[in-house]
């Protein structure tokens, strides 16, 4: 159009039928919506805005020949805008080449009557979720957010919570498509059956069927809760098919829990945090798993307070007569590989039975801690029973199960029983390097390995752990230790009559070719080493530190008043219960001297220079 005015040339260029990123027209908010049914085009880019409270039916976003359609509803001003669904169904579906932005101060609230997500994302749509909040509702899968297979949705700011899964797949979120959440908050959603025996729960906060990237937010607060079955990811659960990565973030204060009324049920709880199902993925890069919960009542077991991971099989340990606690943190019987972030603050807790605070590696399980830190986990059993008893504070790995320390730390976990760091029971644990430092138990402060373990330490430090009874460092019972590396130094064993600040080795071996063992105490006997009954100890390496005048790097023998007793062993004492083959070393033992000692024979073998022989 061109109009003269004056003198002057004006050209006026009309658009039609609206310009990209625009407003869209209307009087309410269904009429803005009815515009963009009739008028939208294929790479549109619409804002729909509202300023009052909306109360609408289910809607679908759906445009037949068009695609590439970004539709954006914000709220004006600072004041939150409420919509509330009017009748059943989704307040939202995402068809295909449609992408919906959610803006901040929307509060969608759904239904506690409905039998559908919230907002649902077929194949080939998307969500964006740049704040808000999608809460309320209640349906079987997804109670917030159904993603489908090809869709997307992305969380950037926001909040998802107080929605409902029942029965029993992701209260908040459900994943069959892409979900990449790099901001924002899913919290207080709840995934629960209470209606049928052998029923099962699964992923309170968000169920993973096909892929989800955690760059940033907070998964918390939310619970997968049963009566009569089994239940799965307080915060999140991974399907077979599903898999998690998690590279930022916080997933915390979750809980999966069974609450079966009666005794001696095989009914049990997984995966406080997350649970990850046979053929799922869940790959830790960074971010931290803390204080969640799994818990079982009256005789039901427990399993990985923090994360769940199975590959193959059921889960093992299951005992019908007794209730047992199993990885507060984690518990894997797949593959775990931890390349950064923590572990921290989590509890396995059973009336009798408790085994690995931080984490429990089951039959065939694999975990390998590359960076991060296992840190003030606790493994404890509420009962006094003498029968009863808790292993494994930071680490619990059982038969067949691999640990590989490639860096890292364990530190600050505590088991009243045996290994406050880390306890191996017929399992494989090799230290590459990292920190196993400044854990508490009854025995093996830093370490515990039984019954046919191997624990192979090439380098690294395990320092400042203490045990009531023997091995301050490091206890091996019928068991294999091989130290051809780094240090074990400044830890303690304080009961009157213990042994072993460093390593107390009862009925094992201990094979010694490097590094070196210094400023550990003993109360009894062998401040450094201390080998008993029918244990083998080897040493071609390395150095054990030994008593002559004070100093930091000194291994001794002190009573609970701090004095120096004498031929106890500062360095080394070993023993088959009968004196007439007691040897000892009571000054350093260095890296040029070689001795042996073989306590399974009868009588039992010696060789080197030790201090006196009989």
Not at 6 to 23: E, Q
Request: net charge neutral; aromatic share 10%; glycine share 18%.
């Amino acid at each position: 159009m061109k109009i003269t005015f004056f003198g002057l040339i004006i050209i006026l260029t009309v658009l039609s039928p609206l310009a990209a990123a625009d407003l869209v027209p209307g009087s309410s908010f269904i009429a803005k919506m009815r515009w963009l049914s009739m008028n939208a085009q294929s790479g549109g880019d619409y804002t729909v805005e509202v300023d009052s409270e909306q109360n609408i039916n289910p809607t679908t976003l759906s445009y037949t020949g068009k695609n590439n359609i970004k539709i954006t509803i914000q709220a004006l001003g600072a004041r939150s805008v409420i919509f509330t669904l009017a009748d059943k169904g989704s307040m939202f579906t995402v068809e295909s080449g449609v992408t919906l932005v959610l803006g901040d101060n929307l509060v969608m609230k759904g239904r506690s009557d409905n039998k559908a997500s919230l907002i649902q994302v077929n194949s080939g749509g998307s969500l964006i979720m740049n704040g808000g909040q999608i809460s309320s509702n209640t349906t079987s899968l997804g109670g917030g957010v159904y993603v489908n297979s090809g869709g997307n949705f992305t969380m950037i700011n926001g909040k998802i919570s107080g929605n409902t899964s029942s029965p029993a797949h992701g209260g908040g979120v459900y994943v069959a498509g892409t979900f990449n959440m790099s901001g924002g908050e899913i919290f207080g959603n709840t995934s629960s059956s209470s209606s049928h025996y052998g029923d099962y729960s699964y992923g309170g906060g968000v169920y993973v069927a096909g892929t989800f990237t955690m760059n940033g937010g907070k998964i918390y607060d939310n619970t997968s809760s049963v009566s009569y079955g089994n239940s799965y990811g307080g915060g999140v659960f991974v399907d077979g098919s599903g898999t998690f990565t998690m590279n930022k973030g916080e997933i915390s204060g979750n809980t999966s829990s069974n609450s079966y009324p009666y005794r001696n049920s095989s009914y049990s709880s997984y995966g406080g945090g997350v649970a990850v199902n046979q053929g799922g993925t869940f790959t830790m890069n960074n971010g931290e798993i803390i204080g969640n919960t799994s818990s079982s009542s009256n005789s039901s077991s427990s399993y990985g307070g923090g994360v769940y991971a199975q590959q193959v099989g059921g889960p093992g340990f299951i005992d019908s007569s007794s209730s047992s606690s199993y990885g507060g943190g984690v518990y894997t019987k797949g593959t775990f590989n931890m390349k950064a972030g923590e572990i921290s603050s989590n509890i396995a807790n059973s009336f009798s039975n408790a085994y690995g605070g931080g984490v429990f590696i089951d039959e065939r399980g694999t975990f390998t801690l590359d960076a991060g830190k296992i840190s003030n986990n606790t493994s404890s059993a509420s009962s006094s029973s003498l029968n009863n008893s808790s292993y494994g504070g930071g680490v619990f790995v059982t038969e067949n199960g691999t640990f590989t320390m490639n860096n890292g730390e364990v530190s600050g976990n505590t088991a009243s029983s045996g290994g406050g760091g880390v306890f191996v029971f017929s399992g494989t644990f090799t230290m590459s390097k990292g920190l196993i430092s400044a854990n508490t138990s009854g025995a093996g402060g830093g370490v515990f390995v039984y019954a046919n373990a191997i624990f192979t330490m090439a380098d690294g430090v395990i320092s400042r752990n203490a045990s009531y009874s023997y091995g301050g460092g490091v206890t091996v019972s019928d068991s294999t230790f091989n130290m051809k590396g780094g240090a074990i130094s400044g830890n303690t064993s304080t009961n009157p009559e213990s042994y072993g600040g460093g390593v107390c080795v009862f009925g094992g071996t201990f094979a010694m070719s490097g590094g070196a063992i210094s400023g550990n105490t003993a109360s009894y006997y062998g401040g450094g080493v201390a080998v008993t009954g029918n244990g083998v100890f080897t040493k071609t390496g390395g150095s054990i530190s030994g008593y002559k005048g004070e100093g930091s790097d000194i291994n001794a023998v002190r009573n609970s008043s701090g004095a120096i007793q004498t031929n106890k062993g500062h360095a080394i004492y070993v023993n088959n219960d009968n004196d007439a083959y007691m040897r000892k070393k009571e000054e350093t033992s260095g890296s040029r001297d070689n001795l042996s000692y073989n306590g399974k024979v009868n009588p039992p073998t010696s060789g080197g220079e030790w201090d006196w022989d009989y």
